[in-house]
T-cell receptor, first 119, second 111 residues
């Protein structure tokens, strides 16, 4: 149990286009989903926290108009990179917390990541 | 605020060698502590966890003990395999906290 999927697993796009990345909790309902960005050989940087039915909370320095997050249901959150540029190329990882509270320490379950390359 | 300091890599070992990756933390209250592993091109997988002082997390031959007195959660394995080659992240979290990650340690195990 506690599987999180991401789609697509990799995407290549042209500069100036928008790209949508989906994050789904497959066998549980997620109260909260998180979006991280990871640069090569570096740690994960939290971009935003997404709660179902409410606006996402963005970390300092993350442009909310550039990285649009929509948490449409308890099993789906999307990250849209708008007007993508080469510097947006990165590995984007989502995670989700189980609504049922079966994890007493609010464990996050991670998706496999999406590799974005902007040409 | 919360922070995690992790041993810098990369670490290169021969198969069957002993592994230690150091991790110390700074946090208020009583965080939970985690080790995550990331294989090339993949997302993070939880390797082991400990939720209170003196707890020992273990999985796949890896162990880490939550030491509150030294604010540490060092990862150990007695005999590494080539398949253990990955990046290892120490993290703290739990309850209402966000996950705070260390910088990651690249481990390469040579046959």
């Amino acid at each position: 149990g506690a599987v999180v999927s991401q789609h697509p697993s990799w995407v290549i796009c042209k500069s100036g286009t928008s790209v949508k990345i989906e994050c789904r909790s497959l066998d549980f309902q997620a109260t909260t989903m998180f979006w991280y960005r990871q640069f090569p050989k570096q740690s994960l940087m939290l971009m935003a926290t997404s709660n179902e039915g409410s606006k996402a909370t963005y970390e300092q320095g993350v442009e909310k108009d550039k990285f649009l997050i929509n948490h449409a249901s308890l099993t789906l959150s999307t990250l849209t990179v708008t007007s993508a540029h080469p510097e947006d190329s990165s590995f984007y990882i989502c995670s989700a917390r189980d609504r049922s509270g079966r994890s007493s320490y609010n464990e996050q379950f991670f998706g496999p990541g999406t590799r974005l390359t902007v040409l | 605020g919360d922070s995690v300091t992790q041993m810098e890599g990369p670490v290169t070992l021969s198969e069957e060698a002993f592994l230690t990756i150091n991790c110390t933390y700074t946090a208020t209250g009583y965080p939970s502590l985690f080790w995550y592993v990331q294989y090339p091109g993949e997302g993070l997988q939880l390797l082991l966890k400990a939720t209170k002082a003196d707890d020992k997390g273990s999985n796949k031959g890896f162990e880490a003990t939550y030491r509150k007195e030294t604010t540490s959660f060092h990862l150990e394995k007695g005999s590494v395999q080539v398949s253990d080659s990955a990046v290892y992240f120490c993290a703290l979290g739990g309850s209402a906290r966000q996950l705070t990650f260390g910088s990651g340690t690249q481990l390469t195990v040579l046959p």
